[in-house]
T-cell receptor, first 116, second 109 residues
Framework: DVKVTQSSRYLVKRTGEKVFLECVQD?????MFWYRQDPGLGLRLIYF???????EKGDIPEGYSVSREKKERFSLILESASTNQTSMYLC???????????????FGAGSRLTVL | GENVEQHPSTLSVQEGDSAVIKCTYS??????FPWYKQELGKRPQLIID?????GEKKDQRIAVTLNKTAKHFSLHITETQPEDSAVYFC????????FGQGTRLTINP
């Protein structure tokens, strides 16, 4: 019963390519998040969205953009991939802020991106 | 913004012994402190959390303590088992979560 699905588990791209990472959740959650996971750096927030068409920058938004056209789907876009964006990308969702369980994140399985 | 520091980065204990992982946070307004466990090749999953109006919470072999004055909180795992081997992340939040750097815990048989 997978609840947060990331479309690609592994991707290999070349420097300068445009990259789309897709995330879909089926829990009717308002909040969706994109994190980047690197060894020794933990999980760092790239962008998050608390409603359709709404987005907020996280701690490391440079080089990334996002799109949320539908409640269940949150896309991470790398306009021009660079080697320092080689990483594991994790999508997560949670209920609306101020609701019970609002802070509890449900993560996707991750997308490992390699930029050559 | 909030900053969370987590120590140690790696921890190795004998099966049956206890393990303690510590985190400090910077924003005194943070009011929610979860711990996530990530087994090898799997997604992070919440194992225990605590809110700022509580000093300690226990769930079987795991417990979390919170010291609001000192702005630190800790995860305690007793009677460790091989399946406890994983990377553990602490986090702090008012709304969005800020994670620590992670601790790789290895349980030696």
């Amino acid at each position: 019963d997978v609840k947060v699905t990331q479309s690609s588990r592994y991707l290999v791209k070349r420097t300068g390519e445009k990259v789309f990472l897709e995330c879909v959740q089926d829990m009717d959650h308002e909040n969706m998040f994109w994190y980047r996971q690197d060894p020794g750096l933990g999980l760092r927030l790239i962008y998050f969205s608390y409603d359709v068409k709404m987005k907020e920058k996280g701690d490391i938004p440079e080089g990334y953009s996002v799109s949320r056209e539908k409640k269940e789907r949150f896309s991470l876009i790398l306009e021009s991939a660079s080697t320092n964006q080689t990483s594991m990308y994790l999508c997560a969702s949670s209920p609306q802020f101020a609701m019970p369980g609002a802070n509890v994140l449900t993560f996707g399985a991750g997308s490992r991106l390699t930029v050559l | 913004g909030e900053n969370v520091e987590q120590h140690p980065s790696t921890l190795s204990v004998q099966e049956g012994d206890s393990a303690v992982i510590k985190c400090t946070y910077s924003d005194s307004a943070s009011n929610y402190f979860p711990w996530y466990k990530q087994e090898l090749g799997k997604r992070p999953q919440l194992i225990i959390d605590i809110r700022s109006n509580v000093g300690e919470k226990k769930d079987q072999r795991i417990a979390v303590t919170l010291n609001k004055t000192a702005k630190h909180f800790s995860l305690h795992i007793t009677e460790t088992q091989p399946e406890d081997s994983a990377v553990y992340f602490c986090a702090a939040s008012i709304q969005k979560l800020v994670f620590g750097q992670g601790t790789r815990l290895t349980i030696n048989p």
